[in-house]
């Protein structure tokens, strides 16, 4: 059975700084992107993240490039979202999903293209 677990979120205030982790297990990794949702309340979530199997490729959305920083440890079955200079609009529950990159074609943001889901990690800032 696959899991998915973040961790990290929290409350921080404007201009702060959060790391979230991911830990997947239930199944091998190999050939899966792995990315970062956010779901702010009353709003359709949203794509903020992706790296690919062999983090060669990463992707963002435009709100937070240069921001935050996706990253992978494909020994522990990891993905880490660093996020720096966050401001009140990051407020969200940030998700953890896995995808197989045959399903990415041209783009990995679209979270229906996502296999396997986390439960979610609640990121607040506060201004």
């Known amino acids: 059975q696959v899991q998915l677990v973040e961790s990290g979120g929290g409350l921080v205030q404007e201009g702060g700084s959060l790391r979230l982790s991911c830990a997947a297990s239930?199944?091998?990794?190999?050939?899966?992107?792995m990315g970062w949702f956010r779901q702010a309340l009353g709003k359709e979530r949203e794509f903020v993240a992706a790296?690919?199997?062999?983090?060669?490729?990463?992707y963002y959305a435009d709100s937070v490039k240069g921001r935050f920083t996706i990253s992978r440890d494909n020994i522990q079955n990891t993905v880490h979202l660093q996020m720096n200079s966050l401001k009140p609009e990051d407020t969200a529950v940030y998700y953890c999903?896995?995808?197989?990159?045959?399903?990415?074609?041209?783009?990995?943001?679209?979270?229906?293209?996502?296999?396997?889901w986390g439960q979610g990690t609640q990121v607040t800032v506060s201004s």
């Open positions: 999903a896995v995808m197989h990159n045959r399903n990415r074609g041209t783009s990995a943001t679209q979270w229906e293209k996502y296999d396997y």
């Open positions: 239930g199944r091998t990794f190999i050939n899966y992107d």
């Open positions: 790296i690919s199997w062999l983090a060669i490729n990463t």
